[in-house]
């Protein structure tokens, strides 16, 4: 199979250019002989040393965060921008779903719109008008066609623009995101056009923050990570790799979040016994972040300072918004205070936390065992736990789905 | 340069669209279309008409009478020439949405702007013509079959503008005080071409040099020679024609090539 994009070492610049320098910018485009690149410091780069092919009729995908270089990508890759440095080799028409309805006029007519946006995206008066009738019906804009296209909302607007862009009839279909806008009914339209598309062995590139989406409809995955390519592969383990990337830096952000002192609001009682840290380990070292189901210990480190006969440690779960997830405490599970003095340290641990995804809220106090507290600290730590699969509520039990008889779907799960 | 030229006529069709899009969407909603189009030329006639040929009168030679249909022949080819720039210059960054968004040839918007504008003179020809008409009725030699080899000026003056809105629209990409020199330029140049005056009238010889050089000149003066003398011009004029639209398009041409890269993320 014949590679319908092959992009190597791929790089894209963008000049930072003060106003001042626009002039020697311009003289030095002008007149130099090549481009100079641009000195250090005065680049941006978007796009740094990217390489990977994609098959004909093969679906890939792009992923990454915001600025990680995937709408320039492309963009490059739909001939808007030209590469600052390496090669792109693009075999087949090219139909970039990018900003749809690029070009329509707001002052004239929808159907006159719809023949000058074909005539953009390079078809012919004849080609457009053979397709007129069946881009007016995926847009389902038939009685506004001879509206001027400024009246119309802008879903409307999108719809045609998609509804002409995807009739051009490319070899290579781009996607950026666009399947975000128009509504729910609309958006299953799209998807099914472009599977449409893609059984009829035509190629997809196609970028997008859901992963799902991309795990649905994709062969392979680029992970884009400033500008780099940080891993192409099987979606499903380029997008976990990605979680988890996107998991621990979250988990970071908790990690500094934690150093900083609690406000006073959050934390009472008597403190003649003191919780001065609380610590969530994970699978043995210390982390705010987890995969459903792995192993945690919740530590507690506590200085009393008069020695305690009557004492309950306690842990409680919650959601950032308050709801309640599970809470247990000493006394609870039968532990009959003695004696607390000095400095120690209470660990609580759970083989297996099955949480579902989210962030979560630490709960830990120190208190008698009628509820007078010592020491009770609201949300000291908060952590996030990321899964698989999506699913709604709070519990996140093992789980697989199976079937029998006369019933089908599209693609196995990876 | 021969690249940008080569993607413009690759896309022609793709151009007249563009073209009629233009002019449709400027009258779309308005009670007379694309008479207003005429009533600015013909305003600035009478303005000029009234304050030249009866207000006060300088002496112009009596080569310029009837001074209404000479200024005719020249002011409606400069009108041209100035809405086509004023428009071109500021192309690329009226429609940055099209060169940003799609994978659109960018040459084509100075160009949308000079052939807009040509077909509102081309619009207006016939108003010259009933003028010329009403001129002969009255006794005065005015056109006649010179008036035939009017189409090739016509096409001179397209690859002038042409050439020159492609290089301007490029520049004012990277460079936005453009817009307003080439404005401010623009009404200086209306006085420095033989429209308002015949050549032969400039007294002072310096001055009339200066009008000599000025590239747009050999056009007015072949539009004057076609239409109100009735006469061919001369080899000469047709010389600096073909130099200034050639020139005009090589370096136009030139600039916009070398800048092409750099329009997408610049403007």
């Known amino acids: ?414 | 340069m021969l690249t940008t030229f080569r993607h413009i006529l690759r896309s022609r069709s793709l151009l007249a669209t563009l073209t009629v899009r233009e002019l449709k969407a400027r009258y779309r909603g308005s009670v007379l279309g694309f008479f207003w189009s005429l009533v600015n030329p013909l305003l600035l006639l009478g303005v000029y008409s009234f304050v030249f040929g009866m207000a006060f009168r300088p002496a112009r030679g009596s080569a310029a009478e009837p001074y209404a249909l000479f200024l005719i022949c020249g002011l409606f080819p400069w009108i041209w020439v100035a809405s086509s720039l004023n428009e071109g210059v500021v192309s690329l960054a009226t429609h940055s949405g099209l060169i940003r968004k799609a994978a659109f040839p960018a040459e084509l918007l100075p160009l949308v702007a000079v052939l807009g504008n040509g077909a509102h003179f081309l619009l207006a020809l016939p108003i010259l013509g009933a003028a010329l008409a009403v001129g002969r009725a009255l006794g005065y030699a005015v056109g006649g079959l010179s008036c035939l080899l009017l189409p090739v000026v016509v096409l001179l003056e397209l690859a002038l503008l042409s050439g020159l809105a492609l290089g301007l629209a490029a520049l004012y990409v990277h460079f936005k005080d453009l817009k307003d020199i080439v404005a401010n330029l623009l009404t200086l140049f209306f006085f420095l071409t033989p429209i308002l005056y015949s050549l032969e009238a400039i007294p002072v010889r310096a001055l009339s040099l200066v009008v000599r050089v000025n590239p747009v000149t050999p056009f007015i003066l072949a539009y004057q020679q076609l239409l109100f003398y009735g006469q061919l011009p001369g080899v000469t004029v047709w010389l600096q024609m073909l130099g200034a639209a050639l020139a005009a398009c090589a370096l136009g041409g030139w600039v916009f090539h070398r800048l092409r890269d750099t329009l997408v993320e610049a403007v």
Request: charged share 25%; hydrophobic share 40%; proline share 4%.
């Open chain 1, 1 to 414: 199979m014949s590679d319908a994009i092959r992009a190597e070492h791929l790089g894209k610049f963008f000049r930072r250019v003060s106003p001042g320098e626009r002039l020697r910018t311009l003289k030095s485009a002008l007149l130099e002989r090549r481009r100079a690149r641009p000195r250090e410091g005065e680049a941006i780069a978007a796009l740094e040393d990217v390489s990977f092919s994609v098959a004909k009729g093969e679906a890939f995908g792009v992923i990454g965060g915001n600025g990680s270089g995937k709408s320039t990508l492309l963009k490059v890759v739909a001939g808007i921008l030209s590469p600052t440095s390496g090669s792109l080799e693009v075999a087949g028409r090219v139909a970039a779903l990018i900003e749809l309805g690029a070009g329509f006029h707001p002052e004239i007519s929808g159907r006159e719109n719809v023949f000058i946006n074909g005539a953009i995206l390079g078809l012919s008066r004849k080609e457009i008008a053979e397709r007129y009738e069946r881009i007016v019906e995926f847009s389902g804009l038939a009685d506004f066609m001879e509206e001027p296209v400024k009246n119309y909302s802008s879903g409307m607007y999108v719809r045609l623009g998609f509804a002409v862009a995807i009739h051009t009839d490319p070899d290579i279909l781009l996607v950026d995101e666009v399947l975000a806008v128009g509504d729910e009914a609309f958006a299953h339209r799209c998807l099914a056009r472009i599977e449409e598309f893609l059984a009829a062995g035509r190629t997809l590139l196609l970028v997008s923050h859901s992963l799902a989406l991309v795990e649905q409809y994709c062969d392979r995955v680029l992970w884009l990570d400033r500008g780099r390519a940080r891993l192409i592969g099987p979606p499903r383990r380029v997008t976990d790799a990605y979680r988890q990337a996107v998991a621990e830096a979250e988990g970071e952000a908790h990690r500094q979040q934690q150093e900083e002192p609690l406000a006073e609001a959050t934390r009472w009682g008597s403190q003649v016994a003191e919780i001065e840290a609380v610590r969530l380990q994970v699978g043995g070292e210390e982390r705010y972040y987890l995969a459903s189901g792995e192993p945690v210990t919740f530590e507690l480190e506590v200085r009393a300072h008069e020695a305690l006969a009557d004492f309950v440690f306690g842990i409680a779960l919650h959601t950032p918004r308050g709801v309640e997830c599970w809470g247990t405490n000493t006394d609870l599970a039968g532990f009959v205070p003695e004696r607390l003095e000095g400095s120690a340290r209470i660990r609580l641990s759970c083989p297996s936390l099955r949480l579902a995804p989210g962030e979560y809220l630490v709960d830990a106090a120190v208190h008698s065992r009628e509820g007078a507290p010592y020491d009770y600290r609201k949300g000291v730590i908060r952590f996030s736990v990321t899964a698989q699969d999506r699913g709604v509520g709070l519990y996140f039990p093992e789980h697989a789905w199976g079937a029998d008889g006369g019933v089908r779907w599209r693609k196995p799960s990876a």
